[in-house]
T-cell receptor, first 115, second 117 residues
Framework: DQQVKQNSPSLSVQEGRISILNCDYT??????FLWYKKYPAEGPTFLIS?????DKNEDGRFTVFLNKSAKHLSLHIVPSQPGDSAVYFC??????????????FGKGTSLLVTP | ETGVTQTPRHLVMGMTNKKSLKCEQH?????MYWYKQSAKKPLELMFV???????ENNSVPSRFSPECPNSSHLFLHLHTLQPEDSALYLC????????????????FGPGTRLTVL
C-alpha cells in the first residue's frame, strides 16, 4: 500500500517558467519530508527537506510547501532551467526512528525543461 | 556526489548463481542502507546498518544476505535469485545513524542494475 504518491509521472515546462511537482501522503505519522533529484545512471541526490513544524522552506530556486491538513506537499522550481530536467522523488518519514528507518518514496515525476 | 560508490554497475546472473554487490562510502558516515527499485515501483528500503549493526530488516527474503564488515563497506550477497528480483539496487549512507533519527540526509550511490535470467 503506497503511502507517498506522485500522481504525475511526467511534466514538461518551458525554460524560465515555474515547475510545480506535487506529492500526497496518507500516513499521519509522517512529519519530515524530502525531495530527491535523480539523473540517469546516477543515484538520487538530496534537494530540499521540510519539517512539519513549517509550511514552507526555500533554498535558492527551490521552494517546498507543506499543507498538513491536506497531506500534500509541492516543490516549486523558479525559474526552471534545462539542467533541472531529471526525475524528482518525494519522500516522507516519521522523524522519530522508533517507528523504523524507512524513507517512504513516491514513484517519481520526470521533469523536462525545454529551451 | 561521489562519496558513495557501488560495484558492479551492471550484473546479469542466472538463478543458480551466487554474486555479491559492494558499496563503499568515503564520507565518514555511521549508517548504511540497501534499497531496491523495481520497474514502475518506488524505492523500497531493504536493510539498515548503524555502526555496523543491523537495525532494520524490512521483510526481505533470505536469498538476500547483507554484510557490513565496517562502517565504510556494505555488501549484499545474492543467491538463488528469481527473475522478479531484477531491479536497481541502491546503497546509501548517512552521518548519524540511529542517533540521527530519520532526519539525517541520506547520500546515495549510483546503483547496481541487476538482471536475473
Amino acid at each position: 500500500d503506497q503511502q507517498v504518491k506522485q500522481n504525475s509521472p511526467s511534466l514538461s515546462v518551458q525554460e524560465g517558467r515555474i515547475s510545480i511537482l506535487n506529492c500526497d501522503y496518507t500516513n499521519s505519522m509522517f512529519d519530515y519530508f524530502l525531495w530527491y533529484k535523480k539523473y540517469p545512471a546516477e543515484g538520487p541526490t538530496f534537494l530540499i527537506s521540510i519539517s512539519s513544524i513549517k509550511d514552507k522552506n526555500e533554498d535558492g530556486r527551490f521552494t517546498v510547501f507543506l499543507n498538513k491538513s491536506a497531506k500534500h506537499l509541492s516543490l516549486h522550481i523558479v525559474p526552471s532551467q534545462p539542467g533541472d530536467s531529471a526525475v524528482y522523488f518525494c519522500a516522507a518519514t516519521p522523524s522519530n526512528s522508533n517507528s523504523g528507518y524507512a524513507l517512504n518514496f513516491g514513484k517519481g515525476t520526470s521533469l523536462l525543461v525545454t529551451p | 556526489e561521489t562519496g558513495v560508490t557501488q560495484t558492479p554497475r551492471h550484473l546479469v546472473m542466472g538463478m543458480t548463481n551466487k554474486k555479491s554487490l559492494k558499496c563503499e562510502q568515503h564520507l565518514g558516515h555511521n549508517a548504511m542502507y540497501w534499497y531496491k527499485q523495481s520497474a514502475k515501483k518506488p524505492l523500497e528500503l531493504m536493510f539498515v546498518y548503524s555502526l555496523e549493526e543491523r537495525v532494520e530488516n524490512n521483510s526481505v527474503p533470505s536469498r538476500f544476505s547483507p554484510e557490513c564488515p565496517n562502517s565504510s563497506h556494505l555488501f549484499l550477497h545474492l543467491h538463488t535469485l528469481q527473475p522478479e528480483d531484477s531491479a536497481l539496487y541502491l546503497c546509501a549512507s548517512s552521518q548519524e545513524g540511529v542517533a540521527g533519527g530519520n532526519t539525517d540526509t541520506q547520500y546515495f550511490g549510483p546503483g547496481t542494475r541487476l538482471t536475473v535470467l
